[in-house]
């Protein structure tokens, strides 16, 4: 995929106007408790300063929907990315307006501003152009560098690139299409898909765009249970979408017609209810899940089927959790894919904020080549859907 790149256009000494991803998780007393979006900015700002640019930086955070919510404004990541450059970040605590265009106007070389939460104008998630204008206020060059946010066509990620005379992806920016192209894009035949979740309904569109070009699909998690319903098989409690029964039945008819290997679980971590300390029952293969009860983790048999596909592929993509990992009783399944992932020795790319926290809950992060920081765009973009942020870069 072709977009304009940050490295190609000259932005030296200009007003760039930065699209972030600073929609981090905070605490009820709004300390940030996870500052790795901060941290993935950092190369593209400090290849603009390196440029004696001006920069003003501008991101979402939380779903304020159009009004002013204290809680969700962004001068504590101000303070954080102050912090971690050693420098002051001016913070006029507003969108738009005089207030705004005065501190762009005081900017001097090698500094930077910081916009209010965008979502505080109503304007932003409508994608209003009389929006983006006012963003485009004495702006020289714009660069996106919010994976995250560039499935949405809000008027910082689709309106406002038309109206700059250049506009870029950022370094993270690219990073990502680069990694997640690998996955759409002429990949390794080796190619192992593991999908886990709550919902098969979400991953659907993904297996049906790389369906022709994996090698073997694993599927874990709550989605995998539709798809055993849908071959017949009795899955208690489970939780089942039955709309897309048939769905799933078509799947496995396509695979097996194109020569995918799609491997469900042979046998369950089943209970009563998601609940640390209840009573377990693991199933055995072609053991059904006891009526009363529901698959909560893969089984040790299925963990070891799927650790031996992982061994044999060269490239990995990761998308949902085997089961209900965040209660202890149910991580095994997913912090055994984690760390076999992990020490595959091949490319590895995880999306989805689960995934995401899988890994890092079982320490090898670290490990991992690619750890994407966008979950819903990274679906969209491996379901091989527009993101309006990326077609609009596009040269």
Known sequence: MKIKKLKDIDVSGRLAFLRNDFNVPMDKQQRITDD????????????????????VCASHL??????????CSLRPVALRLGELLGKPIAFPGEVIGEKVEKAKKALRPGEILLLENLRFQPGEMKNDESFARELSKQVDVYIDDAFGAVH???????ALPRLVKKAAAGLLLQKEIEYLSMAVENPPREYLLILGGAKVSDKIPLIENLLGK????????????????????????SKIEPEYLEKCLQI?????RLGVRIILPGDHIAAFSPEPQITLKITRAGETIPPEMMGLDIGPETIES??????????????????????????????????????????????????????????VAEKITHISTGGGASLEF????????????KS
Not at 62 to 71: L, Q, T, V
Not at 152 to 158: D, F, K, L, Q
């Open 36 to 55: 790795t979006r901060i941290r993935e900015s950092l190369p593209t700002i400090r290849f603009l300063l390196e440029k004696n640019c001006r920069i």
């Open 62 to 71: 939380g779903r304020p929907n159009g009004e002013i919510i204290p809680e």
């Open 152 to 158: 949405r066509a809000h008027a910082s990620i689709e």
């Open 214 to 237: 994996v090698h073997t699909i694993l599927i874990g998690g709550a989605m995998a249970y539709t798809f055993l319903k849908a071959k017949g098989e009795e899955v208690g409690q």
């Open 252 to 256: 496995l008819e396509k695979a097996d």
């Open 306 to 363: 799927f650790l031996k596909e992982i061994a044999a592929a060269r490239l990995i993509v990761w998308n949902g959790p085997m089961g209900v990992f965040e209660v202890d009783t149910f991580a095994g399944g997913t912090m055994e894919i984690a760390r076999a992932v992990a020490e595959s020795g091949c490319t590895t790319i995880i999306g989805g904020g689960d995934s995401v926290a899988a890994v890092k809950q079982a320490g």
């Open 382 to 393: 491996l379901s091989g859907k527009t993101l309006p942020g990326i077609a609009v870069l």
